[in-house]
Every structure is written in structure tokens, then in C-alpha cells.
């Protein structure tokens, strides 16, 4: 709630000291790497991407990666795309949406995270700012609302046409 309130100082306090000790004393890898991620998020939303990105490679990633959690390794690698793109990588960050991240959730039949994801990928590729990448992206935008219209997720069915409306196209459903 803090975090959403825009708290961060205070919701990062919270996660640190209390929080994330309980799940070292109790030895939960897991949650611990959670809650190691929901601070990246806060590091993230307070522009410390270093730290955040460390925190997602070394402390976060591991732990799924030992536990076989692909799920939770794709959106982690999702994360890590963003803190990428958001420092200018962009050739990495399309790597990882391309190689490591929309493989997995076709393979896991998620539906929801491939059309996130798709659409994630078509940013990225926008934001090259490389004539070559429209067509693509653009089949990506189609492909992806077309699936959020037919799982019926109207919010984010809005949110990918408003990606072609500042693209000046009309959506296509």
C-alpha cells in the first residue's frame, strides 16, 4: 500500500528490516527472492537502476534458476529487460523479451503474459527508433490485442490501442 501511495522510503524500510529478515531466520529462498524483487521494484521506481538491476542478476534470478521456476525466471528476465531499455540498452533488452522471455510463456500456454509481453517486445522495438523494426512491432501490437480481446481483458485491450492511436494507426480490432 505504501509503495502505491508512492511511500517508497517507507515501503523499502518495511521490506528490508522487516520483512525480509523473518524469510532469512525461516530459510525461505523463495520469499526471500521475492521480496528481493518487490525492492528492485523500488529501486527501479526511485531511478537507482544499478542496484536494481544487480539485485534482480545476483540475488533474484539465482534462486528461481535453482528452484526450476521458469515462470517466475521469465518475469524476472522481463524486469531486468526493463531496467535495461530504460538505460538506453536497447539491443539487450530486445534480446531478452525475444529469447528469453516470450518463449517460455508460449511454451506455458500463458496467454495473458505472451500478449504482455508481445506488446512489451513492440515498445522496445519502437523505441529503436529503426524503420525496419515498425512492421514487426506492429504485427506484435496486432497479435497481442487480438488475444486480449478474445480472453476478454478490455484494460489491456485499451492499452495496446492506445499504443497504435500515438502510433497514428487504427487498431485493427
Known amino acids: 500500500i505504501l509503495q502505491a501511495r508512492g511511500q517508497l522510503d517507507e515501503a523499502l524500510r518495511i521490506r528490508r528490516d522487516e520483512e525480509l529478515p523473518v524469510y532469512e531466520r525461516l530459510g525461505d529462498v523463495y ?8 525492492i528492485a ?11 536494481a538491476l544487480r539485485i534482480r542478476r545476483e540475488e533474484e534470478l539465482p534462486v528461481y534458476e535453482r528452484l526450476g521456476d521458469v515462470r517466475s525466471k521469465a518475469v524476472t528476465m522481463g524486469k531486468i529487460a526493463d531496467i535495461l531499455q530504460a538505460r538506453g540498452q536497447l539491443d539487450e533488452a530486445l534480446r531478452i523479451r525475444r529469447d528469453e522471455v516470450l518463449p517460455v510463456y508460449e511454451r506455458l500456454g500463458d496467454r495473458r503474459s505472451l500478449l504482455v509481453g508481445q506488446t512489451n517486445l513492440a515498445i522496445t522495438l519502437l523505441r529503436t527508433r529503426k524503420p525496419e ?4 512491432a506492429l504485427t506484435l501490437l496486432s497479435t497481442a490485442l487480438k488475444s486480449a480481446v478474445d480472453l476478454n481483458l478490455p484494460v489491456e485491450a485499451e492499452q ?6 500515438q502510433l497514428g ?5
Open 160 to 165: 495496446i490501442r492506445g499504443v497504435f492511436r
Open 133 to 136: 523494426h515498425r512492421p514487426e
Open 169 to 173: 494507426v487504427p487498431p485493427p480490432y
Open 41 to 51: 521494484d523500488i529501486l527501479h521506481a526511485r531511478g537507482q537502476l544499478d542496484e
Open 31 to 38: 520469499s526471500k527472492a521475492v521480496t528481493m524483487g518487490k
